[in-house]
């Protein structure tokens, strides 16, 4: 396998699909785990050269459903058919091997090891003496980093020390390699800067042309419109459209996701405060931010915006005591504020949401109500106990005013949707009773009823009187949320566009500043 996927790279994506056939298809696909049903006679195709948009809300099935397709599950009925054939696919390995590649949403690259190492997993370059040959790994990951715009990532890099984005694109590198027939991606696009998802469609444009066939699953709908040929919808695990992309709206697929009218003309109506609870003078770390100036009031959302690499993740991070400060001031409520690590940041007022729920927020292995109350178990810990009643009502509390789905707090937080999760979390931090709250890509990775929800809690919290820095890689979020957004670029403030001059042009011509 290995030197056909060699070979296969440098002929291009998909050119050995069967042409006039189906790549895959399913028919009157079911699957249940335990009494739950999670798909129901599902059935479609995809042919070489073709995009298919598969959108839905989280638990819709989608993620069942291709891992079925990739050999992950096996459906309880329905058959599956690779190139006119049905098929059993016993393991992923299995379905690699039939040309089948699928990037998951939840990234799993290995942090220790290399880009370069990690871009040539399982199939190690090797020299006349049996060694690895490291300038040819090397090599090869620059090819396959070009290949889908990623060229400005060093192979030799930590992998681990990547930003989400970057390691996004490290795993579609990989997948890309391989040659696939059928490539499944599952949001890859979620953490990615808009010029590295221009790079990104000019891959799949490149793959599409040389018969690769694509399933592309995301909540950018523009964005689904836009690289897709066709649109299918999951709701509750059965298929409720299936169109032509040229004949769907974005209000049409968000009523056929959720079974309700579209609600996503969202606009905040702000009452800022003249209080100031974040000051910001010239603040620098020690590689990433430079000379940062910047307030934030009570009431106010402040957006950050940037390129991946323009510093805002360092920046949240250098304010909540994560990042050393090497320069500058930082005043919490007028109060000198520079802290050595977070709890001392929290102690005064912050609270974080983080980017990567599943990597820096969640504890997957414990419950719901653990995982709220975490941050705040020293108020509920009078005498050194925890206050069993005390966490219990507060975990109540949080799941009615945020919404959040589940059967019981004392549910495994991994068995929440997405959505939930994130709303946990929110629930976290707002049980601290914080001042100043942060955000890092608050809405990552979940569905756009779940995103409608956390735009109303934050913006319920900021008419509170809270302030919040929001970090998001979202254009049309920066612009429904903020009341003022600071775009950084290469580390440093490039300017801070009041909510009346606000425009996608605007935003992304400060981003690009210095960029060649």
């Known amino acids: 396998m290995q030197a056909a996927a060699r070979q296969g790279e440098a002929q291009g994506d998909g050119d050995n699909a069967v042409p006039g056939l189906p790549f895959v298809r399913l028919r009157n696909i079911s699957k249940s785990f335990g009494s739950v049903s999670v798909l129901e006679d599902v059935s479609f195709e995809i042919r070489p050269g073709e995009v298919v948009g598969l959108l839905g809300e989280n638990g819709a099935g989608k993620s069942t459903l291709m891992k079925i397709v990739s050999g992950e599950h096996a459906p309880d009925q329905g058959r599956v058919e690779i190139e006119g054939n049905e098929v059993q696919l016993a393991s992923v390995g299995e379905g690699i091997e039939r040309g089948i590649s699928f990037v998951h949403q939840e990234l799993s690259v290995v942090g220790a090891l290399s880009v370069a190492e990690n871009l040539s997993l399982g199939d190690l370059p090797r020299n006349r003496m049996g060694f690895v040959d490291r300038n040819r790994m090397r090599d090869l990951a620059r090819e396959r980093l070009a290949r889908i715009g990623a060229q400005a990532i060093r192979p030799e890099q930590e992998a681990g020390l990547l930003r989400a984005g970057e390691q996004q694109l490290v795993e579609i590198a990989r997948a890309a390699a391989r ?5 499944i991606l599952d949001e890859p696009t979620s953490s990615l800067t808009p010029r590295e998802v221009e790079s990104f469609v000019r891959y799949v444009e490149k793959a599409k042309a040389a018969g690769t066939a694509i399933i592309f699953i995301t909540h950018r709908l523009d964005e689904a419109i836009r690289l897709c040929d066709r649109i299918l919808v999951l709701r509750n695990g059965a298929i409720v459209s299936e169109k032509p992309s040229v004949e769907v709206t974005r209000d049409g697929i968000i009523s056929d996701m959720t079974g309700k009218p579209a609600m996503f003309g969202y606009a905040r109506s702000p009452e800022v405060s003249d209080r100031k609870v974040l000051s910001l003078r010239n603040v620098s770390d020690s590689q990433h931010i430079e000379g940062i100036t910047l307030d934030v009031a009570e009431g106010e959302i402040l957006g950050l915006f940037g390129l991946v690499g323009a510093g805002r993740t360092e920046l949240l991070e250098t304010i909540y ?16 504020a520079c802290f050595d690590k977070p709890t001392e940041a929290m102690a005064k007022g912050m609270a974080i949401v983080p980017e990567g729920r599943k990597t820096a927020g969640i504890l997957p292995q414990h419950s719901v109500r653990s995982n709220m109350s975490i941050s705040s178990l020293d108020a509920m810990s009078p005498g050194g106990f925890v206050d069993r009643g005390r966490e219990t009502a507060q975990s109540s509390s949080y799941r009615d005013s945020l919404s959040i789905r ?6 495994m937080i991994g068995t929440l949707s997405g959505g939930n999760q994130q709303k946990v979390l929110f629930a976290r931090a707002l049980m601290t009773a914080p001042k100043l709250l942060l955000l890092d890509e608050p809405t990552h990775g979940v569905d756009v009823g779940a995103k409608a ?3 109303e809690i934050v913006s319920d919290a900021a008419d509170k009187g809270l302030a919040v820095i929001m970090a998001s890689s979202e254009i049309p979020e920066i612009m429904a949320l903020c009341d003022r957004v600071a775009v950084l670029s290469m580390g440093r403030l490039v300017g801070i566009v009041d909510r009346a001059d606000l425009s996608e042009e605007r935003l992304l011509s400060l981003a690009f500043e210095g960029h060649a």
């Open 321 to 336: 005591g994560a990042r050393p400060t090497t320069a500058g001031r930082v005043e919490i409520c007028g109060e000198s």
């Open 406 to 411: 589940m059967s019981d707090d004392r549910q």
């Open 453 to 455: 929800e956390i735009y």
């Open 179 to 183: 040659n696939p027939k059928l490539l």
